[in-house]
């Protein structure tokens, strides 16, 4: 049985093929708007590369955002619809947890626009500050000297993204199980009071 892991939360179009506790195929692409159009025809290249077809997907691994409105329900509703179809369970994860994986505290950052960003802050894939969404001079003012992943530019840092394809195999243990595929819902905050709300 293979498991699937997608993420289109962000820059990337992230698909990850893991069987028998490894990646046994995986592509982590910068398609900013183009990952409607490229997630199926390269998941399909993904699977025949390594003799597989979508019948040995057994189980899903999607994020929930938060990130781009569109990107987001790319992922989401792909593994929603081939969950239901197939019969098989969807797990998720936050696309701020996928970027963090197992490092030491570190502080991840996506851009949200309008001079705020998404943010969360995780050690050893463990959630020590929820995503939420903040201005950017707020975030900027709160950070130590801690590591940050994502998009740093956001507060004169560099950019640093990890392997997010890589990065579904040793979070697949911490993913969790939707006990209802059809009411998953994506994680947006900027409807949220901390986004409305200019402090």
Known sequence: MITLGIDTSHLFLVIALLENGKTIASLQE???????????????????????????????????GPGSYTGVRIALTFAKVFGAMKHIPVYTLSSLQLCAGLEDRVRVLFDARGHRAY???????????????RDIDEIRDSMGDETILGDGHLVGREDV???????????????????NIHLLTPIYLKSSEAYLVKK
């Open 119 to 133: 943010q969360a802050v995780y050690d050893q894939g463990n959630e020590i500050l929820a995503p939420e969404v």
């Open 30 to 64: 910068n398609c900013w708007k183009r990952q409607s159009e490229e997630l199926f025809p390269r998941l399909e290249q993904l699977l025949e590369e390594c003799g597989k077809t979508t019948e040995d997907i057994g189980k899903i691994i999607v994020t929930l």
């Open 161 to 179: 993204w990890p392997d997010l394809a890589g990065n579904f195999l040793v979070l697949e243990d911490m993913a969790e199980k939707a006990e």
